[in-house]
Structures are given as structure tokens and as C-alpha cells.
């Protein structure tokens, strides 16, 4: 891509101003992950939490044989295609594929899937690839909900836990739903602050400390504000610590713990995975 394009790009990730992406994209050679890093220790970026967020088009698909859940994301490169009958007709052809082959470890390279989509693909006009495929099974006495925004782009797998009987079947799969919804609509990362690996947690204490000393905090000042700091991102990011969408003052987890005593039974996320 050109300069011009990778800031319009760096612009939609991070919310920060034109010649500040342009800054950060010299500084940084070009290096898109790199610049969404620099913007955001000047404090510049709109602390764009997720630098891998989509911007270009396709659509979701999800299907389901009562115990197996297959989700797919077929992308490509205008809205347009992706709302054809044919584009359409793809996806949840690649859906039924992955539902009927639990067994394929590497959806993305499976000879099969490839073909199904060269076949297609010409008449598109487009670069078509599967950007994502899931094939899962719940584990005894869980289920799986899943979510599809209404721009078919977003969308979620989300496993709940059930022990002990449930005196609503039918709430506990609500419940699901409900969660595998909230994860789209508040781009959970991961289910637990235990789940977030060490990696992301220590570039994010990098960001932080760079940002303190720029405003120029005291060293000592900066390791104390260190722990909170952490929390934070976990709070904003980890499903079960975020505030639900109905209510901004009760988090998920105390959520679900409500939810379990009315049934008599302990509901738990299990796993999610989300487009």
C-alpha cells in the first residue's frame, strides 16, 4: 500500500490525527503494529485495543447439526460482493463443509476449501479467502450460543458450563446468547485476566511507563501505578471482569453468579472465540 493508504488504515485502527500517523508511520518504517505502539505511548491513539480490527468485507456463517457448531468467515473486498446470493450461497457452503469435518485441524489449508473457492471466485471479481473457521463440540452438560451481528461481519462462539440441574433449560441457553452477544458488542479478548498472556500484558506495561515518563511521573511513582494499570486492561478486556451491557455497574462474573443461584446450578464460560 502507499503512505497514503496506510495512514488512512493507521487512522480507523488507533483515532489519531493525520500527521501524527504519518509521524509514527516514518518513525516506524511502515511498520503498521509498530506505529499503533508509538501513537499510543504519546498518548495519541485512541487506545485502540483491538490493532487487528477488520476493515475489510465479507460475511459470517454459522451452522449447527444439534451438537457440532461450525463458524466461518469468508471475506473479500467490497460490501457489495459480499451481499450477493452467490458470496452468500459460499459461506454457508464452507459453514456445512466444516460441520461435516470435525476431524481437519487446518481448515485454512484444507485442499477441499480451497477448491470450493477457486471455483467461485472468478465470478466475484475479488480476492475471496476463508480469513476463519471453528468447528466445536460442547463438552457434557455445556452449551454453545452463538451471535451474528446484523452486518454479518461480527459475530460470536461462546461455551457455558452447566453444573447441577438447571431449573430453566431454555434461560441457561439465553444466558449463552446473551454472553456470546455482549463479547461482539464489547470486543472481549479473553474470558478470564488469567487467560491474557504475558506477552500482551508486558507491551502493555511498556506502553504505560513510557506514557508515565513522557508526562513525567517519578520512576517510583510510575512501578506503584504499575498493578492498577494492569487491572485496568483486564477490566476492559477479559469477559468476565467487563460491566454487562445492561447494567455498567455489575460485572459479567457477578452476573452469571446471579443467574446461578436463580437456577440452582453454577453456570460458567467455558471458552469464545468471535470475528
Not at 48 to 75: H, Q
Not at 249 to 268: A, H, I
Request: one cysteine or more; hydrophobic letters at 40%.
Amino acid at each position: 500500500m502507499s503512505l497514503a493508504e496506510d495512514i488512512k488504515v493507521l487512522r480507523e485502527k488507533t483515532g489519531a490525527g493525520l500527521m501524527d500517523c504519518k509521524k509514527a508511520l516514518l518513525e516506524t518504517k511502515n511498520d503498521m503494529e509498530q506505529a499503533i505502539v508509538f501513537l499510543r505511548k504519546k498518548g495519541l491513539a485512541d487506545m485502540a485495543k483491538r490493532s487487528d480490527r477488520e476493515t475489510k468485507e465479507g460475511r459470517v456463517s454459522v451452522k449447527t447439526n444439534g451438537k457440532n457448531y461450525a463458524m466461518v468467515y469468508l471475506g473479500c473486498e467490497t460490501d457489495f460482493v459480499a451481499k450477493t446470493e452467490d458470496f452468500i450461497k459460499l459461506a454457508d457452503e464452507l459453514a456445512e463443509y466444516v460441520l461435516a469435518h470435525p476431524e481437519i485441524t487446518d481448515y485454512a489449508n484444507d485442499e477441499h476449501i480451497k477448491s470450493m473457492i477457486a471455483e467461485k471466485a472468478p465470478k466475484f471479481g475479488e480476492n475471496t479467502t476463508l480469513k476463519g473457521a471453528y468447528n466445536w463440540t460442547p463438552a457434557k452438560d455445556a452449551v454453545i450460543e452463538y451471535y451474528i451481528h446484523a452486518d454479518n461481519k461480527k459475530a460470536s462462539l461462546l461455551e457455558l458450563a452447566v453444573t447441577g440441574t438447571a431449573k430453566d433449560a431454555a434461560k441457561v441457553k439465553d444466558i449463552a446468547r446473551g454472553l456470546a452477544m455482549h463479547t461482539v458488542g464489547m470486543q472481549s479478548c479473553w474470558v478470564d485476566a488469567k487467560d491474557i498472556p504475558q506477552s500482551v500484558i508486558d507491551k502493555e506495561l511498556e506502553i504505560y511507563r513510557t506514557q508515565a515518563l513522557n508526562e513525567g511521573k517519578p520512576e517510583a511513582a510510575i512501578e506503584k501505578m504499575l498493578p492498577g494499570k494492569v487491572k485496568k486492561f483486564a477490566k476492559e478486556n477479559c469477559l468476565l471482569e467487563q460491566m454487562t451491557i445492561k447494567d455498567n455497574k455489575k460485572s459479567v462474573l457477578d452476573y452469571l453468579k446471579e443467574e446461578s443461584n436463580d437456577l440452582g446450578c453454577e453456570l460458567k464460560v467455558v471458552r469464545f472465540v468471535r470475528f
